[in-house]
């Protein structure tokens, strides 16, 4: 199993709902990424996670909770998002002792 | 403020010539850089890399350039092939502790006419 997956593809949630993303691989990587990308930008970095552990959160408002449950799963936890918050939402894992990432293909969210 | 800028939005090239993609970064603390592809409704996909210890890196028809000087990289693609077409984005990756943070390139959108 080569693959980072993503579920779902597609979400649309009200400003009040809650929702999760959920991001597995299950190729032994160590390293966790959640990446939002708006169209045409690059890729920003959300959080990072090693072995399990939160290691980076690049300043994400509150209303992103992400979760590491186990080596193999990754989540981000929705409450209250804003219309600015629609976005393709990237997961990605790297190697251990590799500096390039697995991305999986995107949650597409709308937030109405 | 960019850390790293693909100027060239879009490229179109013809089928089996060369084509070059361009890469500028201004954070001296990068290390490593990496070209990933993305095609529509699809995650980028990792392409090639090269440590900043090197000035070139190659993998079939694919080779990196790094100009440390300049801070600039290019990736050449040769020849170039009609699947070919698609974003590329240029990543730059520098060590934060136990882990490594990339900043990722606007892209540019690369066009291979038959």
């Known amino acids: 199993d080569t693959e980072v997956t993503q579920t779902p593809k597609h979400l649309v949630m009200g400003m009040t709902n809650k929702k999760s993303l959920k991001c597995e691989q299950h190729m032994g990587h160590r390293a966790m990424y959640w990446y939002k990308q708006k169209a045409k930008k690059p890729p920003e970095l959300m959080f990072v996670y090693s072995y399990e552990k939160l290691s980076i959160n690049e300043s994400v408002p509150s209303r992103f909770s992400p979760e590491c449950p186990n080596s193999s799963l990754l989540n981000l936890h929705l409450h209250a998002l804003q219309p600015e918050d629609s976005a393709l939402y990237l997961c990605?894992?790297?190697?251990?002792?590799?500096?390039?990432?697995?991305f999986g293909p995107g949650t597409r969210l709308t937030v109405l | 403020d960019q850390q790293v800028k693909q100027n060239s939005p879009s490229l179109s090239v013809q089928e089996g010539r060369i084509s070059i993609l361009n890469c500028d970064y201004t954070n001296s603390m990068f290390d490593y850089f990496l070209w990933y592809k993305k095609y529509p409704a699809e995650g980028p996909t990792f392409l090639i890399s090269i440590s900043s210890i090197k000035d070139k890196n190659e993998d079939g028809r694919f080779t990196v350039f790094l100009n440390k000087s300049a801070k600039h990289l290019s990736l050449h693609i040769v020849p170039s092939q009609p699947g070919d077409s698609a974003v590329y984005f240029c990543a730059a990756s520098a060590r934060s502790g136990g882990y490594q943070k990339v900043t990722f390139g606007i892209g540019t959108k690369l066009q291979v006419i038959p």
């Open positions: 990605a894992s790297s190697p251990p002792l590799r500096r390039w990432q697995f």
